[in-house]
């Protein structure tokens, strides 16, 4: 059975850092691209970052380039998105998403919350 | 970077109704759009892949259509199970785009 399980969410102050993790089960991570989506209280889905089967490409939305990093431990069978300089608007839950060609979204995670406030 | 809109944002309607979705691209997406179906409290899940596709298990009920800059969602019988909201999403050069979502419910 596929399994995406997402660990690390709290409360953290504006400026603060965090870090989420995802284990995956059920396949290999290595022989797909991972995302990362995330969803503010009440609203849409936004789709935040990917990294590649291998690790070596990753892409950002721009509204977290240069404060977020997503790395992949294909040993572990795992990624992570390493989070800097957090605002208040970046309070959301975020999904670990499993991705397919052509950006397709096949396998979703159950979310784990940030909060950003003081 | 490609917007995407959807139409309309809320719909409400009676069991056995036929629903109908729009999403539109603000550039040419070809056929690389998908559709995801989201109940309260839990994860998106996809239902339709590059415009048409249907995913395994998902109802035949379920239909996707459209090229281009529009696309339609279309339920054909709405059903208890199917009050949800539906969200497009396109891929354009190694970025993803969602819809703002429409929320179905019952009339």
């Known amino acids: 059975e596929v399994q995406l399980v997402e660990s690390g969410g709290g409360l953290v102050k504006p400026g603060g850092s965090l870090r989420l993790s995802c284990a995956a089960s059920g396949f290999t991570i290595g022989s797909y691209s991972m995302n990362w989506v995330r969803q503010a209280p009440g609203k849409g889905l936004q789709w935040v970052s990917s990294i590649s089967g291998s690790g070596k490409y990753t892409h950002y939305a721009d509204s977290v380039k240069g404060r977020f990093t997503m790395s992949r431990d294909n040993a572990k069978n795992s990624v992570s998105l390493q989070m800097n300089s957090l605002r208040a608007d970046d309070t959301a839950v975020y999904y670990c998403?499993?991705?397919?060609?052509?950006?397709?979204?096949?396998?979703w995670g159950q979310g784990s919350l940030l909060a950003v406030s003081s | 970077d490609i917007q995407m809109t959807q139409s309309p944002s809320f719909l409400s309607a009676s069991i056995g109704d036929r629903v109908t979705i729009a999403c539109q691209a603000s550039?040419?997406?070809?056929?690389?759009l998908n559709w995801y179906q989201q109940k309260p409290g839990k994860a998106p899940k996809l239902l339709i892949s590059?415009?048409?596709n249907l995913e395994t298990e998902v109802p035949s009920r379920f239909s996707g259509t459209g090229s281009g800059t529009d696309f339609t969602l279309t339920i054909s019988s709405l059903q208890p199970d199917d009050i949800a909201t539906y969200f497009c999403q396109q891929y354009d050069d190694l970025l993803l785009t969602f819809g703002p979502g429409t929320k179905v419910d019952f009339k």
């Open positions: 590059d415009a048409s």
């Open positions: 550039q040419d997406v070809k056929k690389y």
């Open positions: 998403v499993r991705g397919l060609i052509r950006g397709i979204l096949d396998f």
